[in-house]
């Protein structure tokens, strides 16, 4: 069974603070895809966080995130992060991890915006 599992949420943090999410991979090997994260937030549209491509290790950023989110795969463990850093209370949301990330091309860059299949999510709330 495929399967994509998230973790390292489930906290209260606060603002300017830091967190890693983790991406494990059951079932298939995650470096045959180009993985990716997305958010869903209450009332507001989903919304593409990032993306590693399966290639050159790629990455590709939503404006909102750029400078503060790095992704990254660790193939041996099977793995993608998210780090997050300066963390802001307008990235509360249910982060999801997803395989096969596509990109939109807009504005001279290439931005997350379609993808796969994903896992359960998991919360991040940024908060003082």
């Known amino acids: 069974q495929l399967q994509l599992v998230e973790s390292g949420g489930g906290l209260l943090v606060q603002p300017g603070g830091s967190l890693r999410l983790s991406c494990a991979a059951s079932?298939?090997?995650?470096?045959?895809?180009?993985i990716g994260w997305f958010r869903q937030a209450p009332g507001k549209e989903r919304e593409g966080v990032s993306c590693?491509?399966?290639?050159?290790?790629?990455?590709y950023y939503a404006d909102s995130v750029k400078g503060r989110f790095t992704i990254s795969r660790d193939n041996a463990k099977n793995t993608v992060y998210l780090q997050m850093n300066s963390l802001k209370p307008e990235d509360t949301a249910v982060y999801y991890c997803?395989?096969?990330?596509?990109?939109?091309?807009?504005?001279?860059?290439?931005?997350?915006?379609?993808?796969?299949?994903w896992g359960q999510g998991t919360q991040v709330t940024v908060s003082s």
């Open positions: 079932g298939f090997t995650l470096d045959y895809y180009a």
């Open positions: 997803a395989d096969d990330c596509r990109l939109t091309y807009y504005s001279g860059s290439y931005y997350p915006t379609d993808f796969g299949s």
């Open positions: 590693i491509s399966r290639s050159d290790g790629s990455t």
